[in-house]
């Protein structure tokens, strides 16, 4: 297993060029582990897609069935006082967004503080940078 960021999660549920990568990715994991904000992420996302015009309405909700059907067989890090203070730190060490940094220290916690034991599935150049510098192995 492995700790997913939402914008992989979302490019898992929609037909984007990094879909067959990931999917093959997450049939050698096994699984995947998320922070408890990834269904509210994903949605938004589809959301904004369909809204936008790059999503038609049957391909969002055939995403967000995807995403339904997912769910139950993920890992989820709750929200806590560990995953804060996290997140204030790693908001001062890198250029993050607030979510990121949710992400990013949920995948800390996953990782029991030792992020080389545990893979970081992350499309966000700016997310992926800062995973690198923490010591997680990012892929794609």
Do not use: K
């Amino acid at each position: 297993m492995r700790f997913w960021d939402s914008s992989a999660v979302v490019s898992l549920l929609v037909d984007e060029p990094a879909r067959g990568n990931l999917l093959r990715i997450l049939e050698a994991d096994g699984g995947l582990i998320v922070w408890w904000g990834t269904p509210v992420e994903c949605v938004s996302a589809i959301a904004r897609r369909e809204r936008e015009g790059g999503l038609p309405i049957a391909g969002a909700s055939a995403a967000l069935a995807r995403l339904s059907a997912l769910e139950p067989s993920w890992a989820e890090v709750s929200p806590s006082t560990r995953v804060r203070a996290l997140a204030l730190r790693l908001l001062r060490a890198h250029a993050l967004r607030v979510s990121d940094s949710l992400q990013l220290a949920a995948a800390l916690v996953a990782a029991e503080q030792e992020p080389g034991s545990l893979g970081f599935a992350c499309l966000d150049e700016r997310l992926a940078t800062a995973a690198q510098r923490e010591g997680f192995t990012v892929v794609p």
